[in-house]
């Protein structure tokens, strides 16, 4: 293909909506792509591109109509590196692949909305079958029983030092079956609220996001009731760490890390102690600090010795310590999370399951702040499970970042494209507490 002046290359995480990718760079054939041309429609053909690209080129000629109007020409170079060159697009267009590794080349067409399936995924398929609006108000009652549930555990545990967890089974269904019905209520609550009781909190966040994970990936509900048992008392040796903790304030850093790790030891005394916890939950307790390279702790295991149920509690505990590690920094947002968390992956979490758990999340979670392309500002309150990228939101602030009167809510995948005929996406993500909205004011 020539170069155009129509021809612009980009970054791929500085892609639209609507912009019409016509180069890459790459051979088509070094890529799973069977198309050559991709017309940017989610945020899932953005990620995908992410995984083979760093560099690709839109013909802007070939974008949607209301790319065409915003970046043309001129206006186009603030967001584009104009590198037209006809020889790099040439130099791309004329490598040869060889013929084997052409004919022995998985095929796939463009990226789906859907997620295909990888060795992690059960069989089990779930429909929402309740609402957010709906689900919310068992959610979240069902959440402050787990939440009393794990502070009776507590309890009991300090005063007979044997752990009891046969309440917090009988919680982990009900909120299981919330989960089941439609997760992002719970998920929600997850983002939203804290009773700033910081290990009952953590101990029920990791519980839903584990069982929220679980029925992305199609797992079976007793399997959802195992992750989620095993979320709840994953850090449950921090009980008797913190004994330890208090009996040596002034220790020295590296000595009160290595102390704190000795958690995991711990946790694993109390349930060897404990009678009718399944094998799989121990194993997460023991294992979601290991990591593939073998560079977790406590026993150093790697990949293929680690079982699945605590790869994926370790990105799950991972996520929410980047999320209350970026709590006080004002311009971190979820994409900067996440992003964070794929770089992790580089160094012992699981990739293909961190990149499952950014799908089951979406790329902007339930709660979270954005901005439309209308200038409005929206908090997400819902996720079509097919179109991630164009969830149902509660739009609070106008164009001018003015509070309506009454928000709003929209479901994008189903609206109409505006008067100037520019379809309704979301055009970034914003970072918690943006132009003063207290989301939690608008759910809770």
């Known amino acids: 293909m020539q170069a155009s002046h129509s021809t612009?290359?980009?970054?791929?995480?500085?892609?639209?909506?609507?912009?019409?990718?016509?180069?890459?760079?790459?051979?088509?054939?070094?890529?799973?792509?069977?198309?050559?041309?991709?017309?940017?429609?989610?945020?899932?053909?953005i990620l995908e591109l992410e995984q083979h690209c760093k560099y690709v080129y839109v013909d802007i000629a070939r974008c949607e109509s209301h790319i065409v109007r915003k970046y043309h020409l001129g206006k186009f170079n603030h967001v584009l590196?104009?590198?037209?060159?006809?020889?790099?697009?040439?130099?791309?267009?004329?490598?040869?692949?060889?013929e084997t590794t052409k004919k022995t080349r998985e095929i796939r067409q463009t990226p789906r909305a859907v997620v295909e399936k990888t060795p992690f995924h059960g069989s089990q398929i779930y429909d929402?079958?309740?609402?957010?609006?709906?689900?919310?108000?068992?959610?979240?009652?069902?959440?402050?029983?787990?939440?009393?549930?794990?502070?009776?555990?507590?309890?009991?545990?300090?005063?007979?030092?044997?752990?009891?967890?046969?309440?917090?089974?009988?919680?982990?269904?009900?909120?299981?079956?919330?989960?089941?019905?439609?997760?992002?209520?719970?998920?929600?609550?997850?983002q939203l609220k804290s009773s700033g009781e910081a290990l009952y909190d953590d101990?029920?966040?990791?519980?839903?996001?584990?069982?929220?994970?679980?029925?992305?990936?199609?797992?079976?509900?007793?399997?959802?009731?195992?992750?989620?048992?095993?979320?709840?008392?994953?850090?449950?040796?921090?009980?008797?760490?913190?004994?330890?903790?208090?009996?040596?304030?002034?220790?020295?850093?590296?000595?009160?890390?290595?102390?704190?790790?000795?958690?995991?030891?711990?946790?694993?005394?109390?349930?060897?102690?404990?009678?009718?916890?399944?094998?799989?939950?121990?194993?997460?307790?023991?294992?979601?600090?290991?990591?593939?390279?073998?560079?977790?702790?406590?026993?150093?295991?790697?990949?293929?010795?680690?079982?699945?149920?605590?790869?994926?509690?370790?990105?799950?505990?991972?996520?929410?310590?980047?999320l209350k590690s970026q709590a006080n920094i004002p311009s971190n947002s979820a994409s900067q999370v996440f992003n964070q968390l794929k770089a992790l992956a580089r160094y012992g979490l699981n990739a293909t399951l961190v990149e499952q758990f950014t799908h089951c999340l979406g790329f902007f979670p339930v709660g979270s702040l954005v901005e439309l392309n209308t200038g409005e500002v929206a908090v997400i309150l819902s996720h079509s499970r097919s179109k991630r990228s164009l969830p149902a939101v509660m739009v609070i602030l106008d164009a001018n970042k003015q509070p309506y009167k009454m928000p709003e809510t929209r479901d994008l995948r189903l609206m109409k494209p505006g008067p100037d005929g520019i379809p309704y996406t979301i055009e970034r993500d914003l970072p918690s507490g943006a132009y003063g909205i207290d989301a939690t004011s608008h759910y809770l």
Not at 81 to 98: D, F, K, Q, V
Not at 163 to 172: D, H, I, R
């Open 8 to 45: 612009y290359k980009i970054k791929v995480q500085d892609l639209k909506f609507g912009m019409y990718v016509s180069q890459l760079d790459r051979p088509w054939l070094e890529t799973p792509y069977s198309i050559q041309g991709i017309l940017i429609a989610d945020m899932e053909d």
């Open 81 to 98: 590196s104009n590198e037209t060159s006809e020889t790099s697009l040439n130099a791309l267009n004329n490598t040869t692949i060889p």
């Open 128 to 190: 929402d079958i309740s609402t957010v609006e709906e689900e919310l108000p068992v959610a979240t009652q069902v959440q402050q029983i787990a939440h009393d549930a794990i502070k009776e555990i507590t309890i009991d545990f300090e005063r007979n030092q044997y752990l009891e967890v046969s309440g917090a089974q009988n919680t982990v269904y009900a909120l299981r079956d919330s989960i089941v019905r439609n997760p992002d209520a719970m998920l929600l609550l997850v």
């Open 203 to 322: 101990a029920v966040k990791h519980s839903i996001l584990l069982m929220a994970f679980g029925r992305h990936l199609g797992l079976p509900r007793n399997e959802l009731s195992l992750l989620g048992l095993g979320g709840m008392l994953m850090d449950i040796g921090k009980l008797r760490l913190r004994e330890k903790i208090a009996g040596n304030q002034n220790t020295p850093d590296t000595a009160g890390m290595n102390l704190s790790k000795e958690h995991v030891l711990l946790g694993e005394q109390m349930i060897k102690q404990s009678s009718n916890i399944p094998a799989s939950v121990y194993e997460i307790v023991a294992q979601h600090h290991e990591r593939e390279d073998g560079r977790g702790y406590p026993r150093g295991l790697s990949a293929n010795q680690l079982n699945t149920y605590a790869r994926m509690a370790a990105i799950v505990d991972n996520y929410l310590e980047l």
